[in-house]
T-cell receptor
Framework: GENVEQHPSTLSVQEGDSAVIKCTYSDSASNYFPWYKQELGKRPQLIIDIRSNVGEKKDQRIAVTLNKTAKHFSLHITETQPEDSAVYFCAASYSTLTFGKGTMLLVSP | EAGVAQSPRYKIIEKRQSVAFWCNPISGHATLYWYQQILGQGPKLLIQFQNNGVVDDSQLPKDRFSAERLKGVDSTLKIQPAKLEDSAVYLC??????????????FGQGTRLTVV
């Protein structure tokens, strides 16, 4: 089955800095790559996703890049704010949805 | 639109007891997932249904866990008997059929299970 590796496990940045989270996947058939944000005690919520026919997607301060050849994808958050502090999960999907172990992002004022 | 509904929100049981969780997905969503999320870890897929058929249950501990989605709508996940290591949040999610354009999985609030 699919295996998703995510790095780093924790990431601390200063407000205004950029944050990058990287993931790799194993199944070349995966064609959908969502990113979820989970605040403490709450449900995961989708923040951005990308499909395998696209190399990059941007939504305001958030962008995701995908390299199908290398089987890795990344989340980029620019101009970070304290409210961006949360756990972020990448996932890969073809017929099932497999998550990485998560990155705890802490944005300090 | 109404979201994914789960109940109960919290459950405390003793080891070796049984427990059941219920999930009602978003109307029209053919795919339903049950995930186990242990504190500090990512969601681990236990079982995935498409309508009332099982797509993947490779990580479901079948000696103690069972799940059903009899009418292709709501679903029940059961643990019998529970172990201490089953303490986790059990998340239900639903989506349209994977591989289609709209594949976003929407999560319920989860059931926090504590086994003592």
């Amino acid at each position: 089955g699919e295996n998703v590796e995510q790095h780093p496990s924790t990431l601390s940045v200063q407000e205004g800095d950029s944050a990058v989270i990287k993931c790799t996947y194993s199944d070349s058939a995966s064609n959908y790559f969502p990113w979820y944000k989970q605040e403490l005690g709450k449900r995961p919520q989708l923040i951005i996703d990308i499909r395998s026919n696209v190399g990059e997607k941007k939504d305001q301060r958030i962008a995701v890049t995908l390299n199908k050849t290398a089987k890795h994808f990344s989340l980029h958050i620019t101009e970070t704010q304290p409210e961006d502090s949360a756990v972020y999960f990448c996932a890969a999907s073809y017929s099932t949805l497999t998550f990485g172990k998560g990155t705890m992002l802490l944005v300090s004022p | 639109e109404a979201g994914v509904a789960q109940s109960p929100r919290y459950k405390i049981i003793e080891k070796r007891q049984s427990v059941a969780f219920w999930c009602n997905p978003i109307s029209g969503h053919a795919t339903l997932y049950w995930y186990q999320q242990i504190l500090g870890q990512g969601p681990k897929l236990l079982i995935q249904f498409q309508n009332n058929g099982v797509v993947d249950d490779s990580q479901l501990p079948k000696d103690r866990f069972s799940a059903e989605r009899l009418k292709g709508v709501d679903s029940t996940l059961k643990i019998q008997p529970a172990k201490l290591e089953d303490s986790a949040v059990y998340l239900c999610a639903s989506s349209l059929v994977p591989g289609t354009l709209n594949t976003e999985a929407f999560f319920g609030q989860g059931t926090r299970l504590t086994v003592v």
